[in-house]
């Protein structure tokens, strides 16, 4: 809050907010807040929200809490009204853009030039970190096989530096794009499947 405040009362120049966090884990009561502190510092409000299909959601979900060290096979769920109605709520539709996270349909197949597109900045001044790189549905099984075994096993740096370097291993070895058939994740969450029924309501 602090730094952020700062940063508001600089003014004169564009501010650029991105964290997933503000979809996960802000409360409507939380996002109206937010929306009333930014109002008096700025011109002009916008959001831009990446919405990933439900079955893009699983996958690479699931992805990241096998690598954060997932050893029971649980499919991980989203609730697209809870994320984003706090935020049409706050800002109406006009102050929205939700779009489709699909490689195909973004600006040169990347999320950062089509995010800088969207805010008419050159991607040339950004430096993109790229983290949570897919990993091969080879070693996605491998490493799962891993946590079933010997658990997460990162009770001090050197056990968590270790678990880092088999990643990164890992991450050379084959060659399969890891996905949930359509046929294992149907009707396995019905909160996912409302909540994609109502984003198509609201956005086409």
Same mark, same amino acid.
């Given at each position: 809050?602090?730094?952020?405040? +700062?940063?508001?009362?600089?003014?004169?120049?564009?501010?650029?907010?991105?964290?997933?966090?503000?979809?996960?884990?802000?409360?409507?009561?939380?996002?109206?807040?937010?929306?009333?502190?930014?109002?008096?510092?700025?011109?002009?409000?916008?959001?831009?929200?990446?919405?990933?299909?439900?079955?893009?959601?699983?996958?690479?979900?699931? @992805? @990241? @809490?096998? @690598?954060?060290?997932?050893?029971?096979?649980?499919?991980?769920?989203?609730?697209?009204?809870?994320?984003?109605?706090?935020?049409?709520?706050?800002?109406?539709?006009?102050?929205?853009?939700?779009?489709?996270?699909?490689?195909?349909?973004?600006?040169?197949?990347?999320?950062?030039?089509?995010?800088?597109?969207?805010?008419?900045?050159?991607?040339?001044?950004?430096?993109?970190?790229?983290?949570?790189?897919?990993?091969?549905?080879? !070693?996605?099984?491998?490493?799962?096989?891993?946590?079933?075994?010997?658990?997460?096993?990162?009770?001090?740096?050197?056990?968590?530096?270790? +678990?880092?370097?088999?990643?990164? +291993?890992?991450?050379?070895?084959?060659?399969?794009?890891?996905?949930?058939? !359509?046929?294992?994740?149907?009707?396995?969450?019905?909160?996912?499947?409302?909540?994609?029924?109502?984003?198509?309501?609201?956005?086409?």
């Amino acid at each position: 809050r602090k730094v952020l405040m +700062r940063e508001l009362r600089e003014g004169g120049r564009d501010l650029l907010i991105s964290a997933e966090n503000l979809s996960t884990h802000l409360r409507a009561e939380e996002v109206r807040r937010l929306v009333e502190t930014l109002r008096p510092h700025v011109d002009a409000l916008r959001v831009i929200a990446y919405v990933r299909p439900p079955m893009a959601v699983a996958d690479s979900g699931f @992805q @990241q @809490q096998v @690598q954060a060290g997932l050893a029971d096979f649980r499919v991980p769920k989203t609730d697209y009204r809870r994320r984003l109605e706090p935020w049409l709520e706050a800002l109406g539709p006009e102050g929205v853009e939700l779009a489709v996270y699909d490689r195909a349909r973004l600006r040169d197949g990347d999320v950062v030039a089509d995010f800088c597109a969207r805010l008419g900045v050159d991607p040339g001044a950004v430096k993109p970190v790229r983290r949570n790189e897919s990993l091969s549905s080879e !070693a996605v099984a491998l490493l799962f096989l891993h946590n079933r075994i010997n658990g997460l096993a990162t009770g001090s740096p050197e056990a968590w530096r270790a +678990r880092k370097l088999m990643m990164r +291993r890992l991450s050379r070895i084959g060659e399969g794009r890891f996905a949930f058939s !359509a046929r294992a994740l149907a009707g396995r969450d019905p909160a996912t499947a409302a909540g994609a029924a109502w984003l198509s309501e609201v956005a086409g």
